[in-house]
Nanobody, 117 residues
Framework: QVQLVESGGGLVQPGESLGLSCASP???????MGWYRQAPGKRRELVAM???????HYADSVRGRFAISGDVAKNTVYLQMSSLKPEDTAVYYC????????????WGQGTQVTVSS
C-alpha cells in the first residue's frame, strides 16, 4: 500500500512564505512527484511537479513564486511557497506517478493552506 504523507500547511498572511513536505514511509518506484491543489468549488489543479531526473513543471499562476525540490528516488518532495496570495488558498495534495504533466495514481491525504489577512 503506497502512502504519501504531507506536512507543513497552515494559515499565513498575504506576502508571507510557507513550506510543504511530502514523504513515503516505504520506497516505491515512480518517475515524478509533486503537488496539486483544490480550492472550494474548483477543480483540482497541478501546482508543480519534479521528475527523478530533476526536470520541473509549474503552473503559470505559481511560476516564480513557488519552488519544488526533492529526491523522487527516495520519495520525498518539498514545495517552498513565497509571496503567497489569497487565491493560493486550497487543500494541497502530494502526488506521485509516471508522468510530469499528468496526475499519477498515488495521492496524499491533503494539507490545508490558507492565505488571509
Amino acid at each position: 500500500q503506497v502512502q504519501l504523507v504531507e506536512s507543513g500547511g497552515g494559515l499565513v498572511q498575504p506576502g508571507e512564505s510557507l513550506g510543504l513536505s511530502c514523504a513515503s514511509p516505504s520506497i516505491f518506484k515512480v518517475y515524478a512527484m509533486g503537488w496539486y491543489r483544490q480550492a472550494p468549488g474548483k477543480r483540482r489543479e497541478l501546482v508543480a511537479m519534479i521528475t527523478v531526473g530533476g526536470d520541473t513543471h509549474y503552473a503559470d499562476s505559481v511560476r516564480g513564486r513557488f519552488a519544488i525540490s526533492g529526491d523522487v528516488a527516495k520519495n520525498t518532495v518539498y514545495l517552498q511557497m513565497s509571496s503567497l496570495k489569497p487565491e493560493d488558498t486550497a487543500v494541497y495534495y502530494c502526488n506521485a506517478g509516471d508522468d510530469l504533466m499528468t496526475a499519477g495514481n498515488f495521492w496524499g491525504q491533503g494539507t490545508q493552506v490558507t492565505v488571509s489577512s
